[in-house]
């Protein structure tokens, strides 16, 4: 298991506001690369209406984490985001967004499985996770939580490819993407 904190985030400017990849994979893969298999990050958007840069060969779930946001894909669709909803596109779509908001990002290539979904956890609750067959990445959005040894806090991260103990030792709201 690795725990990512925020400081270790690498964020940058786009014409939008801000871009912090928290986690690409693999980890020694560049985003300009575009030689990865999944990248995570969390954008803030600044500017009431953005451009999409086009990502061709690449698939994009995005989830609102604060505010609201309205994505255009000029032809498919449109969808009205709220807070935890979320949308999948392709990267080569036309795509717009209105609306101020915080989001959680990932990219990922055309041929991989991704799921994305966030999950309340009550304090208190706790149990047994096997993800030895498959790679999760957790993000913490807000609460405490402690996977097997760890604490994290929310605004923290975790990849994890084993079996795990995990207890929410407050509220917790989580972010988990399995690929």
């Known amino acids: 298991m690795k725990?990512?904190?925020?400081?270790?985030w690498k964020t940058t400017k786009w014409s939008g506001g801000t871009t912090s990849e928290i986690f690409i994979y693999p980890e020694n893969?560049?985003?300009?690369k575009g030689n990865y298999?999944?990248?995570i990050s969390i954008a803030t958007v600044e500017h009431e209406y953005s451009e999409f840069t086009p990502l061709p060969g690449v698939e994009r779930t995005l989830m609102v984490l604060e505010g609201s946001q309205k994505l255009t894909h000029r032809g498919p669709h449109t969808s009205?985001?709220?807070?935890?909803n979320q949308d999948t596109f392709h990267g080569n779509w036309d795509t717009s967004s209105e609306g101020i908001s915080i989001n959680?990002?990932?990219?990922?290539?055309?041929?991989?499985f991704v799921r994305v979904?966030?999950?309340?956890?009550?304090?208190?609750?706790?149990?047994?996770?096997d993800f030895s067959d498959t790679f999760v990445f957790v993000y913490l959005k807000e609460g405490i939580l402690r996977i097997?040894?760890?604490?994290?806090n929310a605004g923290m991260s975790a990849v994890i490819k084993e079996t795990i103990q995990i207890e929410a030792i407050k509220d917790v709201i989580l972010i988990e993407v399995v690929f």
């Open 3 to 8: 725990i990512i904190k925020t400081e270790n």
């Open 29 to 32: 893969a560049l985003f300009k």
């Open 37 to 39: 298999e999944v990248r």
């Open 80 to 84: 009205e985001l709220k807070q935890f």
């Open 104 to 112: 959680f990002n990932v990219i990922y290539q055309d041929d991989q």
């Open 117 to 129: 979904q966030s999950i309340p956890l009550i304090k208190g609750m706790k149990g047994t996770l």
């Open 148 to 152: 097997g040894e760890h604490e994290i």
